[in-house]
């Protein structure tokens, strides 16, 4: 799935193109781009698998430190954001604009300012909650939701590398007990009779990663759906931009597999159908064809 905020023109109009042609360079095969079908979650997830197997035994190594067991911390997601956010929100400029925003909470000006200071700092979270304060204020600033929807979206992706991560350790964990003895061994068949309570490890590993897997995907299926609202709003900001339309049918489409499959479908075939009617001769009409197609058959 394509993340973060996505800057370009809007196009209009009942043959507005959605993506330009790519200019054929010489003696280069030109790439081809990623199906409807590649962006879905499931599809991406066995991706993320591959790479994720490989790292392992490094986050066993470290498991009961990475996933804070007894410690009070929250795991995983803690482990990356912090990794990958740095300071956050404790820069002096950000306690001003924070508390421009406290000062007058129905000021736009300052929870627009906010926002784009927390995402310089690359805050991710709290940008999003600023942003999304900023267009409940001014509904109809086009821009303003198309970033939110932005937001959503690299929520969405974070959330989705960490339930890859701690749903491929939890799946290991279950068929690679720490410390298990050789199952046809006396003492494995012991084991197996009695089953994890002899390995109290192994235990509370694989209940702490279950714990940070279920977290990871509730918050995936929940960015996933406010990604899903957002576009909702820019599509009747724009209705005739066919670019949106597409990438609300796609979207829905990815989030009817997480949650309110039989809504998010809906809203997914709606905007497909939306997007063929605006932009019939589009290079991208073939693939949103064959997943209406596909989505009708569900």
Do not use: C
């Amino acid at each position: 799935m394509a993340r973060g905020t996505q800057h370009r023109k809007h196009r209009t109009g009942p043959n507005a193109r959605v993506a330009s042609p790519t200019v054929a360079q010489p003696k280069r095969k030109k790439k081809a781009a990623p199906s409807w079908e590649d962006q879905l979650f499931f599809n991406r997830l066995r991706r993320h698998a591959k790479w994720v197997f490989v790292l392992l035994a490094v986050f066993f190594a470290a498991g009961f430190v990475l996933f804070g067991v007894g410690s009070g911390s929250n795991g995983l997601n803690d482990v990356l954001q912090n990794m990958f956010q740095g300071s956050g929100s404790t820069g002096a400029n950000i306690s001003k604009l924070e508390k421009a925003t406290q000062k007058n909470s129905t000021d736009p000006k300052a929870w627009r300012a906010y926002a784009t200071g927390l995402e310089q700092k690359n805050n991710l979270d709290e940008a999003t909650n600023a942003l999304s304060r900023y267009v409940a204020l001014k509904p109809k600033d086009t821009a303003a939701v198309e970033e939110l929807a932005g937001l959503y979206l690299r929520q969405a992706s974070n959330y989705e590398t960490n339930y890859a991560i701690a749903q491929s350790l939890y799946n290991y964990q279950s068929v690679n007990p720490a410390f298990a003895p050789d199952s046809n061994s006396s003492l494995g068949k012991a084991y197996a009779a009695q089953g994890s309570l002899l390995d109290p490890i192994s235990n509370a590993a694989s209940g702490v990663l279950s714990t940070q897997s279920s977290a990871a995907f509730q918050s995936l299926a929940t960015a996933e759906q406010n990604a899903v609202a957002t576009y909702e709003k820019l599509a009747v900001l724009q209705p005739k931009d066919a670019t949106t339309q597409f990438r609300l049918g796609q979207i829905a489409s990815q989030a009817s597999q997480l949650s309110n499959a039989d809504a998010n479908k809906k809203i997914a075939v709606k905007a497909i159908r939306a997007f063929l009617k605006l932009s019939p001769n589009d290079p991208l009409a073939p693939q949103a064809r064959s997943a209406l197609k596909s989505l009708l058959k569900k």
